[in-house]
């Protein structure tokens, strides 16, 4: 009787549209107990994504893969709750113009590519993804912020192109392809990590971000500012550089251009991201 009563209140919450939350026992990334419904496997073959009519939406268990365009055009949807997903296939949610909000409770092996452009009310991104398609994240407006865990692999061309409030980047240590134009029309980026697999291309691809002030170089050696960076920025940059590097990097001349050179330690997010010293 439980049971029942409980589907019914899932079924009222999204106005009649079908979501049959009650295949996913109400859990949603890792078993927790979800306040929220759950798109089941039974929505999952039927693809009634585009059509909900719910603010709040959970994965269950059992939908580990969002197909191509299944939720694409949905302006009802606000806030999204992932569990462990393998594939958010191309323009899963291109368009869903009211979409604030992404919840990752585990790890995201894929967004693919267009997965989310259009989402212009899309405020931050902040979870633990292995690869970023192209254009993933594309002319997300309202984007200010993005974080990766350490399972970051790969991000595509354009990935987050035209994301002209994005202000704060922080990749994971893991990061080792990093494709050109990836922050195409990204002007307003304040801070960015640079992993130690891109440490010396990245230098160039950030040179047209006029408003750079910190940098966090998450590399596990010395090495000379590249050559070829004339055009960055560095004289109004921040330096940050692993603690045990700190004398290596103030008495190498090449870095000498930047407005400071800093131990990682003192960055913001040294403790919150567990970058290695």
Same mark, same amino acid.
């Given at each position: 009787?439980?049971?029942?009563?409980?589907?019914?209140a899932?079924?009222?919450?999204?106005?009649g549209?079908?979501?049959?939350?009650?295949?996913?026992?109400?859990?949603?990334?890792?078993?927790?107990?979800?306040?929220?419904?759950?798109?089941?496997?039974?929505?999952?073959?039927?693809?009634?994504?585009?059509?909900?009519?719910?603010?709040?939406?959970?994965?269950?268990d059992?939908?580990?893969?969002?197909?191509?365009?299944?939720?694409?055009?949905?302006?009802?949807?606000?806030?999204?709750h992932?569990?462990?997903?393998?594939?958010?296939?191309?323009?899963? &949610?291109? !368009? #869903? =113009?009211? /979409?604030?909000?992404?919840?990752m409770?585990? *790890?995201?092996?894929?967004?693919? %590519?267009? $997965? @989310?452009?259009?989402?212009?009310?899309?405020?931050?991104?902040?979870?633990?993804?292995?690869?970023?398609g192209?254009?993933a994240?594309?002319?997300?407006?309202?984007?200010?912020s993005?974080?990766?865990?350490?399972?970051?692999?790969?991000?595509?061309?354009?990935a &987050?192109? !035209? #994301? =002209?409030? /994005?202000?704060s980047?922080?990749?994971?240590? *893991?990061?080792?392809?990093?494709? %050109?134009? $990836? @922050?195409?029309?990204?002007?307003?980026?304040?801070?960015?990590?640079?992993?130690?697999?891109?440490?010396?291309?990245?230098?160039?691809?950030?040179?047209?971000?006029?408003?750079?002030?910190?940098?966090?170089?998450?590399?596990?050696?010395?090495?000379?500012?590249?050559?070829?960076?004339?055009?960055?920025?560095?004289?109004?940059?921040?330096?940050?550089?692993?603690?045990?590097?700190?004398?290596?990097?103030?008495?190498?001349?090449?870095?000498?251009?930047?407005?400071?050179?800093?131990?990682?330690?003192?960055?913001?997010?040294?403790?919150?991201?567990?970058?290695?010293?």
């Amino acid at each position: 009787m439980k049971k029942i009563l409980k589907c019914t209140a899932l079924v009222a919450l999204v106005l009649g549209m079908g979501l049959t939350a009650c295949d996913s026992k109400s859990k949603s990334g890792g078993g927790k107990k979800a306040d929220y419904p759950l798109y089941s496997s039974k929505d999952h073959a039927n693809k009634i994504g585009a059509q909900l009519k719910v603010e709040v939406l959970g994965f269950s268990d059992k939908v580990m893969d969002v197909t191509k365009g299944e939720f694409a055009g949905n302006t009802t949807l606000k806030e999204l709750h992932f569990g462990k997903m393998v594939n958010i296939a191309e323009e899963a &949610f291109k !368009g #869903c =113009t009211s /979409l604030e909000r992404i919840h990752m409770s585990q *790890t995201v092996d894929v967004i693919n %590519d267009y $997965a @989310f452009e259009g989402c212009i009310a899309l405020k931050s991104l902040d979870g633990d993804i292995r690869t970023i398609g192209l254009g993933a994240f594309k002319g997300c407006t309202a984007l200010d912020s993005v974080r990766t865990r350490d399972n970051i692999y790969w991000v595509r061309e354009g990935a &987050f192109e !035209g #994301c =002209t409030n /994005l202000k704060s980047v922080l990749m994971g240590m *893991t990061l080792s392809k990093y494709e %050109d134009g $990836a @922050f195409k029309d990204c002007p307003n980026i304040e801070e960015i990590s640079v992993p130690s697999a891109w440490r010396r291309h990245m230098f160039n691809e950030y040179k047209d971000m006029k408003n750079l002030k910190k940098v966090y170089l998450l590399v596990m050696e010395h090495y000379a500012f590249p050559a070829d960076s004339k055009a960055f920025p560095a004289e109004q940059v921040d330096l940050y550089v692993p603690d045990n590097l700190i004398a290596q990097y103030k008495q190498d001349a090449s870095w000498a251009r930047f407005k400071s050179i800093l131990p990682l330690s003192q960055s913001a997010y040294y403790k919150a991201d567990g970058w290695s010293k």
